[in-house]
T-cell receptor, first 115, second 113 residues
Framework: DTAVSQTPKYLVTQMGNDKSIKCEQNLGHDTMYWYKQDSKKFLKIMFSYNNKELIINETVPNRFSPKSPDKAHLNLHINSLELGDSAVYFC??????????????FGPGTRLTVL | KQEVTQIPAALSVPEGENLVLNCSFTDSAIYNLQWFRQDPGKGLTSLLLIQSSQREQTSGRLNASLDKSSGRSTLYIAASQPGDSATYLCAPPIYNQGGKLIFGQGTELSVKP
């Protein structure tokens, strides 16, 4: 199936730990995003990569470090996890410059719970 | 700075009603606007993408309109069904900022059988 996939779907961890979330898309898109959905369901952009190059870096603590090994993958590593990092993290992808410019497709989300 | 507002925040209707969800945005310099649906505990499903050059876009029982000059978009759902129950989100992208989507708070729709 063509899609945006994320692993793991659920992540429960202790404060202070380091964890990673992985995202892969097989849609052939050149741009990938990380969004955070907080407890109030508000969705906000964190990062974006275009052709493996970082193009968006919102005001996010530097404990969060994205990495894009290739156009199809965008991973998110979080150091020294804090309680406030608990949220659902969504990966998305799009193709820049196509006819349907920038239609974004989202993954199923990773629910991170920090205890 | 783009701000997106969706009204109403929540809506409960009986099955079969036609309904309108509203989205307003402060910066009219957009090149498209995307409507999504989010089911509880799930990801976002793209419903419609309406280009800035279009005034309407239709998919099945859904019709989205866009009025850039007034900073408004509406999502019309015809003959609502219980399966339409979900949160509906609108999001215009910011082109010169990597196409990042700016989301409203969403409209939580409940369609009662």
């Amino acid at each position: 199936d063509t899609a945006v996939s994320q692993t793991p779907k659920y992540l429960v961890t202790q404060m202070g730990n380091d964890k990673s979330i992985k995202c892969e898309q097989n849609l052939g898109h050149d741009t990938m995003y990380w969004y955070k959905q907080d407890s109030k369901k508000f969705l906000k952009i964190m990062f974006s990569y275009n052709n493996k190059e970082l193009i968006i870096n919102e005001t996010v603590p530097n404990r969060f470090s994205p990495k894009s090994p290739d156009k199809a993958h965008l991973n998110l590593h979080i150091n020294s996890l804090e309680l406030g990092d608990s949220a659902v993290y969504f990966c998305a992808s799009s193709q820049r410059g196509a006819g349907r410019i920038n239609e974004q497709f989202f993954g199923p989300g990773t629910r991170l719970t920090v205890l | 700075k783009q701000e997106v507002t969706q009204i109403p925040a929540a809506l409960s209707v009986p099955e079969g009603e036609n309904l309108v969800l509203n989205c307003s945005f402060t910066d009219s310099a957009i090149y498209n606007l995307q409507w999504f649906r989010q089911d509880p505990g799930k990801g976002l499903t793209s419903l419609l993408l309406i280009q800035s050059s279009q005034r309407e876009q239709t998919s099945g029982r859904l019709n989205a309109s866009l009025d850039k000059s007034s900073g408004r978009s509406t999502l019309y759902i015809a003959a609502s069904q219980p399966g339409d129950s979900a949160t509906y989100l609108c999001a215009p992208p910011i082109y010169n900022q990597g196409g990042k989507l700016i989301f409203g708070q969403g409209t939580e729709l409940s369609v009662k059988p």
